[in-house]
C-alpha cells in the first residue's frame, strides 16, 4: 500500500531564508507526487505535482520541489520564505496499487506547520 | 465564484441523527471526490464519482455512509445514524480531463457530533 511520511510536524524559517518542507514516499510503480497547502478557514489548495519528466517541478507560488527517486523523496521549497507563506502543506501519493490501472484516490501525509517568522 | 462550493459549511448534530451535505463541483468537472479530514492529520479518500457513476469507495466507509451524484453535477454525503466519532471536516474536489490530474477542494463542511 502507498504511504507518504511528513517527518517534521512544524518547520519554522526566518521571513527571506530559503525553506524545505519534506515528503518521504513508499508506492508501487511510478509515483504521482503532489503538494497541497492549507490556510486558515480555506480549502486546500494545489501548489504542484510531479507525474514524469523533469525532476524539479515549478509551481504556484514560486514554490518548486524536487523528486528524487532514490531516496523516494519529493521536498517542497522556496528561495525566499514570505511570511503569507505561513500555512500547513501536505504532500500526497496517487494509489497505484488498483487494480493495476490506477486509482483516483490520493493518499495524504498528516501535514506540515509552516511558520515564517518575520 | 467558480470555485466547488460546500454547504453548509458548518453542522451540529445530536448523535443519531442523519446529516446530508452538499457539494457542487466546477462546472464541467467530471471527477468529484469526498475525503475526510480530522484534527491534526491530511485528507483520508472517502469515495470518488466519474460523472454519476460511483467508482471507488474507500473500506474506511462504513455502511451509515452514503453518497450520490445523481447527475453528474452536484453530488451529497450523508451520514446515518452520526456518532461522535463522526465528527470532522468533510471535504469534496472535483477534476477534469484525461487521465489523473490535480483535484481542486472546496472549503469543507464542518461536522460536529454531540
Known amino acids: 500500500a502507498q504511504s507518504v511520511a511528513q517527518p517534521e510536524d512544524q518547520v519554522n524559517v526566518a521571513e527571506g531564508n530559503p525553506l524545505t518542507v519534506k515528503c518521504t514516499y513508499s508506492?508501487?510503480?511510478?509515483?504521482?507526487l503532489f503538494w497541497y497547502v492549507q490556510y486558515p478557514n480555506r480549502g486546500l489548495q494545489f501548489l504542484l505535482k510531479?507525474?514524469?519528466?523533469?525532476?524539479l517541478v515549478k509551481g504556484s507560488y514560486g514554490f518548486e520541489a524536487e523528486f528524487n527517486k532514490s531516496q523516494t523523496s519529493f521536498h517542497l521549497k522556496k528561495p525566499s520564505a514570505l511570511v503569507s507563506d505561513s500555512a500547513l502543506y501536505f504532500c500526497?501519493?496517487?494509489?497505484?496499487?488498483?487494480?493495476?490501472?490506477?486509482?483516483?484516490?490520493?493518499?495524504f501525509g498528516k501535514g506540515t506547520k509552516l511558520s515564517v517568522i518575520p | 465564484d467558480t470555485g466547488v462550493s460546500q454547504d453548509p459549511r458548518h453542522k451540529i448534530t445530536k448523535r443519531g441523527q442523519n446529516v446530508t451535505f452538499r457539494c457542487d463541483p466546477i462546472?464541467?468537472?467530471?471527477?468529484l471526490y469526498w475525503y475526510r479530514q480530522t484534527l491534526g492529520q491530511g485528507p483520508e479518500f472517502l469515495t470518488y464519482?466519474?460523472?454519476?457513476?460511483?467508482?471507488?469507495k474507500s473500506r474506511l466507509l462504513s455502511d451509515r455512509f452514503s453518497a450520490e451524484r445523481p447527475k453528474g453535477s452536484f453530488s451529497t454525503l450523508e451520514i446515518q445514524r452520526t456518532e461522535q466519532g463522526d465528527s470532522a471536516m468533510y471535504l469534496c474536489?472535483?477534476?477534469?480531463?484525461?487521465?489523473?490530474?490535480?483535484?481542486?477542494f472546496g472549503q469543507g463542511t464542518r461536522l460536529t457530533v454531540v
Open positions: 464519482f466519474q460523472n454519476e457513476a460511483q467508482l471507488e
Open positions: 474536489a472535483s477534476s477534469a480531463g484525461q487521465g489523473f490530474t490535480e483535484a481542486f
Open positions: 500526497a501519493v496517487r494509489d497505484m496499487s488498483y487494480s493495476g490501472a490506477g486509482s483516483y484516490q490520493l493518499t
Open positions: 508506492v508501487s510503480g511510478n509515483p504521482y
Open positions: 510531479y507525474i514524469t519528466g523533469d525532476n
Open positions: 462546472s464541467e468537472h467530471n471527477r
